[in-house]
């Protein structure tokens, strides 16, 4: 039951890592994308105003971080004894 936390743990933290990485150069590029085609980005940020700004933010780091919890689960050599998360004993 520990080893199985553990892991789950372990796929947090770098699901957070990851979708942290990502979110600042997707957000970035959105918002540059969305200037060229004349679309105000706190209209996408916001919800069309159902959500504040900081509540925005907030639900799309989630979002991003939903999906990287799929690519973490997917891409890490869980069973690969060189790469793993070493084991605690």
């Not at 520990?2 to 699901?15: G, I, N, P």
């Not at 916001?46 to 509540?55: E, I, K, R, Y």
């Amino acid at each position: 039951m520990r080893d199985t936390l553990t892991s789950f743990s372990h796929l947090a933290m770098m699901a957070a890592i990851v979708a942290t990485l990502a979110y600042f150069p997707f957000g970035i590029l959105l918002a540059l994308v969305l200037r060229f085609l004349d679309i105000p980005f706190d209209t996408l940020l916001t919800f069309d105003g159902a959500l504040g700004t900081l509540s925005g933010l907030l639900v799309w780091w989630l979002l991003f971080f939903a999906g990287a919890c799929a690519y973490s689960a997917w891409m890490f050599p869980w069973s690969d004894k060189a790469f793993a998360w070493p084991d605690r004993k």
